[in-house]
């Protein structure tokens, strides 16, 4: 397998305002860095373990012949429920995400068992098992909300493996017809020289397609197992800080309608209307990028401290600011409006640049 990685994807490319690096952060040979704002690695020096597939938010970066997709299905039609790095993913563990464990411990007809130990993927670095071990665990705090599901690690599923139910939660033929929702990535040609660094420059193509709203295939694939469960009689409240694959916001008075946020989601969790009086916002499309917090710049657009599990069942995009939007009286464009002369930024920019020189003008001629 095969490093990709698909710029267009990529928060960063986005905007130079992200703070995002996630990616660099993960790499256990430290062999990625950050280029003139984008990722960048050294094919020869990767070993290939998965470990920024699983943490990016966008599925910007992908293993040649891995699909995560795929491995979910072929892992439900497998009568063995014990996953094992490089044995069953030829790969690290830590390339699936929370929502991948998650959508496979709620299709499982058993508890999913995990050999985080055998986990030597990292060498002598610790980044990738750990990682493993808190996806496990927010998985498994989020499932216990509304479901007994359990990803179990495998030195301590014995026990519970002997009081396991044979119930599945849906089935299996429901599971399969989801092959037709969730779409696989397609491949990127393989290119460059093993031994040179690899980075990623941003052309018009790419620029075209930063401007598409993608949905990560993991988020379609939570979405879709989500949908086929049994709503909880009641829904709790987590604190945001638990949750790490997606968030519920809101905008404070500060917020100017610079209309930046909404136009640079990935993936349309923030939208508007035609006449960008509103901001709108659906939790189940947001990944948690930071991306609308790191371009804000009267950091208007905040975290919600609890975010609600109803989220999961009963999606709703919620409106989270309104605008008055107004007619300038000097060139008939639509502005922001706030009250005072109907004027727009624009204008009054101009009227005051305008005044300037008429003031200049006359201290001349006297």
Known sequence: MNLLFDVSTCVRATSKFSECT????????DTIEIVENIPAFTPSACTTCGGCVGVCPTESF???????IEFFFKFLEEQ?????????????LSVLSVEHLISMALASD?????????????????????????????ANF????????????????????????????????????????????????EAVDADELKAFGIDLTDISKI????????????????KRLEKPENYEV???????????????????????????????????????????????LCVKCHLCHDVCEPDAIQLQAGFEIKEFFEPKQRTLATFDIQRCNECGNYFTYTGGEKMCLRCQVEEEEAMELHALARQRNK
Do not use: W
């Open 22 to 29: 996630k990616c660099v952060e993960i790499c256990p040979v």
């Open 62 to 68: 992908s293993l040649s012949g891995f699909s995560s």
């Open 80 to 92: 063995s429920n014990e996953l094992t790095c490089q044995k069953d993913l030829y790969c690290c």
């Open 110 to 138: 058993k508890h999913v068992v995990m050999d985080v130990d055998a986990c030597s993927c990292g060498g002598e670095s610790p980044k990738l098992q750990e990682k493993l071990r808190a996806n496990i665990e927010e």
């Open 142 to 189: 989020v499932m216990s909300a509304f479901s007994d599901k359990e990803i179990l690690i495998k030195s301590l599923a014995d026990a519970a493996l002997e009081e396991e139910e044979d119930e599945s939660v849906m089935s299996r033929r429901s599971l399969f017809s989801l092959k037709g929702v969730v779409k696989s990535k397609q491949e990127f040609d």
């Open 211 to 226: 401007k598409d709203k993608v949905i990560p295939d993991k988020r379609k694939l939570l979405f879709s197992i989500l």
């Open 238 to 284: 987590f604190a945001t800080e638990d949750i790490n694959f997606t968030s519920q916001k809101f905008v404070d008075d500060s917020c100017t309608n610079c209309q930046i946020c909404y136009r640079i989601c990935p993936t349309g969790a923030l939208s508007s209307n035609n006449k960008f009086s509103l901001i709108n916002f659906d939790a189940m």
